[in-house]
């Protein structure tokens, strides 16, 4: 009896979790990205405890500061390309050079930060390992949509 009793709540929890993971929102799933590449690059870049303690804080913010550039310069441009005027293509094109300006100006000033708390050699692999990253989880959303 009490291995039916058992094999119930097992069920019973099956469902559940099953019901849990269906409620999964987007926030958690970037969380889940978020934390593996986290793992995938200390290890890449064979980082000690202590470097990672001071490296992943500069990362956040480094990555914090670039997805306000991207989503400055995104915002604003919802119309369709053929909808533009000349001049505000032109005008589109010289804001997303400005934008890649100030990417770049933003790289140079955390490589520098960077450096303090990691080696030069780990922070190749670092971009190394961050490019990985990227083609490994493209290359699941690639095989999870064939799937579906």
Same mark, same amino acid.
């Not at 986290?38 to 303690?53: C, G, I, R």
């Not at 005008?91 to 300006?101: G, N, S, V, Y």
């Given at each position: 009896?009490?291995?039916?009793?058992?094999?119930?709540?097992?069920?019973?929890?099956?469902?559940?979790?099953?019901?849990?993971?269906?409620?999964?929102?987007?926030?958690?799933?970037?969380?889940?990205?978020?934390?593996?590449?986290?793992?995938?690059?200390?290890?890449?870049?064979?980082?000690?405890?202590?470097?990672?303690?001071?490296?992943?804080?500069?990362?956040?913010?480094?990555?914090?500061?670039?997805?306000? $550039?991207? @989503?400055? !310069? /995104? %915002?604003?441009?919802?119309?369709?390309?053929?909808? +533009?005027?000349?001049?505000? &293509?032109?005008?589109?094109?010289?804001?997303?050079?400005?934008?890649?300006?100030?990417?770049?100006?933003?790289?140079?000033?955390?490589?520098?930060?960077?450096?303090?708390?990691?080696?030069?050699?780990? $922070?190749? @692999?670092? !971009? /190394? %390992?961050?490019?990985?990253?990227?083609?490994?989880? +493209?290359?699941?959303?690639? &095989?999870?949509?064939?799937?579906?």
């Amino acid at each position: 009896m009490k291995q039916y009793i058992i094999l119930a709540l097992i069920t019973i929890f099956s469902f559940a979790g099953t019901t849990v993971s269906a409620q999964n929102t987007s926030e958690n799933r970037q969380e889940n990205v978020e934390s593996a590449k986290v793992a995938f690059l200390t290890d890449k870049m064979e980082l000690t405890p202590e470097q990672s303690q001071k490296f992943w804080p500069l990362y956040n913010e480094y990555q914090s500061k670039r997805r306000e $550039l991207t @989503k400055s !310069y /995104r %915002s604003g441009y919802r119309r369709d390309v053929d909808e +533009l005027s000349e001049q505000e &293509a032109k005008a589109r094109i010289e804001r997303m050079f400005d934008t890649r300006e100030q990417e770049l100006q933003l790289e140079k000033e955390y490589v520098t930060k960077f450096q303090r708390v990691i080696t030069n050699k780990q $922070l190749v @692999k670092f !971009y /190394r %390992s961050e490019r990985e990253f990227t083609k490994l989880l +493209l290359k699941r959303l690639d &095989a999870r949509r064939a799937n579906n």
